[in-house]
């Protein structure tokens, strides 16, 4: 059962275009991470949101957490080829055990 | 500052056959959770190891185990290995003091596994 679903799963656009990942559960989560995962490396973090309705922005990435503290969202504004790379959204469990989504394979083209 | 190291990084096994793959935490933490990503999918957390002890497991049969040592580093075992095992197996490192829920968790580069 996945309990995080990602959407869409993969994206290919143009430099300078904007756009939007969906993280979506059926789970409260005590908080929600995001990750970035380049090929043959580990995840990375990104972001950890905590509060429901909370925003936090990381240069051209806005993070939102819904209030419900069951889905997310990731808006790039003006992306860039560097922003190439596997997306993974990741709900936090008491105790530090995290679920991912399947991941968003987003690829810009210069 | 090393951060999490893991090994070997890649290894060929055939099916039956039994592996073992290492991590050495990052400095300073002392909780390792270990993740399979298979191809085209997000990592799923197979457990988590804290003061030696596995304190967390998640879906993963009793051919998957564990171990972690007094100077936190951990193993990974899986015996009676399926084409299915193939995957990469990340090692992540935390510290509790941190905090579990919003503690950061600092992955390695992973160990490739392919079972023929």
């Known amino acids: 059962t996945q309990l995080l679903e990602q959407s869409p799963q993969f994206l290919s656009i143009q430099e300078g275009e904007n756009l939007t990942v969906y993280c979506n559960s059926s789970?409260?989560?005590?908080?929600l991470q995001w990750y970035r995962q380049e090929p043959g490396e580990g995840p990375v973090l990104l972001v950890t949101?905590?509060?429901?309705?909370e925003v936090k922005k990381l240069k051209r990435l806005t993070f939102q957490f819904g209030d419900a503290r069951k889905d997310s969202s990731l808006h790039i504004t003006a992306a860039q080829p560097g922003d190439t790379g596997l997306y993974l959204c990741?709900?936090?469990?008491?105790?530090?055990?995290?679920?991912f989504g399947q991941g968003t394979e987003l690829s810009v083209k210069p | 500052d090393a951060g999490v190291t893991q090994s070997p990084t890649h290894l060929i096994k055939t099916r039956g056959q039994q592996v073992t793959l290492r991590c050495s935490p990052k400095?300073?933490?002392?909780?390792v959770s270990w993740y399979q990503q298979a191809l085209g999918q997000g990592p799923q957390f197979i457990f988590q190891?804290?003061?030696?002890?596995?304190?967390q497991r998640g879906n993963f049969p009793d051919r998957f185990s564990g171990h972690q040592f007094p100077n936190y580093s951990s193993e990974l075992n899986v015996n009676a290995l399926l084409l299915g095992d193939s995957a990469l197996y990340l090692c992540?490192?935390?510290?509790?003091?941190?905090?579990?829920?919003?503690?950061?968790?600092?992955f390695g580069e992973g160990s490739r596994l392919t079972v023929l």
């Open positions: 789970s409260v989560f005590s908080s």
């Open positions: 990741a709900g936090v469990f008491q105790g530090g055990k995290l679920i």
């Open positions: 190891y804290y003061e030696e002890e596995e304190r």
């Open positions: 992540a490192s935390s510290s509790r003091l941190q905090g579990s829920d919003t503690g950061e968790l600092f």
């Open positions: 400095s300073g933490h002392d909780t």
């Open positions: 949101v905590v509060t429901g309705g």
